[in-house]
């Protein structure tokens, strides 16, 4: 009876090398070890060097084609690697990538790569000299755990507490909510002013030459002039000095309590964003606006896990062709 769903042994391999080289046909081989003459012929095919089958030879081959059938490519396959080297390069986190394709390609496992899967590649010990974690927004050789900073405290006339503020603004449901801080530059001298819309994650910055009251509030006018009166309801502020002049900013406004920059968390995370490009100790003065709105604009259109892996300029524009509608109806 002729074997079935089983591999040739060393031995048979071994019996086939002694048959051949007494000049036996494959037919009688495939009797002598009770095999199919095709699975014979296939062997002495696949495994043979150089024109003559040794057995060792043959073993080892089919050994080492074993192994490399079940490698596995580190990043999943040669697609999904080159396509998260792209994507670290620009700056995403593992955690981006991997929700980014799951958006795009939804159902596809061959697209499918879990971002921790990605950690750990970065941060296996053969990887070590590649230096993959320099990619990362936090630049870490080891992950660490993330921790926030405190705002001051300042005295703001006007100031309307955050505790006041409606209701639907907590729920992050409702479009044209945002929460706007400073960044400052090295020694003091200047800063940006950052506004970011609490639904969208939507960011707006603008350099500011000297981080005072009249000068913010003409930056933040100009930020807010040409969106639509739906699309800037409040804004929601720490309580540093130069947000005196709150009250010309052409929208409500609210402020966190002292010592609360958790209660502006969309805007200390966005503020964070910014920073993996203006990092502390930064001059400023350097760049011009320019510069600033194209690092502005990459953040903009990186995918947010918050937002199902859409980017937030894909959900702002999507939140103002809504409100058209509303308001042509």
Same mark, same amino acid.
């Given at each position: 009876m002729v074997k079935k769903h089983t591999k040739l042994t060393a031995l048979e391999r071994e019996l086939i090398s002694v048959l051949l080289a007494q !000049?036996?046909?494959?037919? =009688?081989?495939?009797?002598e070890l009770k095999r199919s003459p095709g699975t014979i012929s296939d062997e002495i095919s696949r495994n043979s060097f150089k024109g003559h089958y040794v057995a060792v030879h043959a073993q080892a081959k089919t050994e080492k084609r074993s192994i490399n059938a079940r490698k596995r490519h580190p990043l999943k396959n040669r697609s999904v690697y080159s396509h998260v080297l792209k994507k670290l390069r620009m700056g995403w986190s593992p955690e981006q990538i991997s929700g980014r394709l799951k958006f795009k390609k939804p159902n596809n496992?061959?697209?499918e790569i879990s971002y921790e899967c990605i950690y750990q590649y970065i941060y296996s010990e053969e990887n070590i000299l590649k230096t993959l974690w320099d990619f990362l927004p936090r630049k870490q050789k080891k992950r660490r755990? !993330?921790?926030?900073?405190? =705002?001051?405290?300042?005295k703001i006339p006007d100031r309307t507490s955050i505790h006041d503020r409606l209701a639907e603004i907590e729920t992050r449901l409702t479009?044209?909510?945002?929460?706007g801080d400073s960044i400052e530059?090295?020694?003091?001298?200047?800063?940006?002013?950052?506004?970011?819309e609490r639904k969208t994650r939507l960011i707006m910055a603008q350099f500011i030459k000297d981080l005072t009251a009249r000068e913010t509030a003409n930056k933040a006018c100009q930020m807010f002039r040409d969106l639509p009166k739906q699309a800037?309801?409040?804004?929601?502020?720490?309580?540093?000095k130069e947000f005196t002049n709150h009250k010309q900013f052409g929208l409500p406004t609210y402020f966190c309590d002292p010592y609360?920059?958790?209660q502006r968390g969309t805007n200390e995370n966005s503020n964070g964003l910014i920073r993996r490009y203006l990092p502390k100790k930064t001059d400023f003065s350097k760049f011009q606006q320019w510069?600033?709105?194209?690092?502005?604009?990459?953040?903009?259109?990186r995918p947010r896990k918050c937002l199902g892996y859409r980017t937030s300029q894909e959900a702002f524009d999507e939140e103002l062709k809504i409100t058209n509608v509303r308001i042509q109806s």
């Open positions: !000049k036996t046909s494959i037919r =009688a081989i495939a009797r496992p061959y697209w755990k !993330k921790y926030g900073r405190k =705002a001051q405290r300042s479009f044209g909510h945002w929460e530059s090295k020694n003091h001298q200047g800063g940006i002013h950052t506004e970011v800037k309801k409040s804004t929601t502020l720490d309580n540093g609360s920059s958790w510069e600033l709105d194209d690092m502005i604009n990459e953040i903009n259109n």
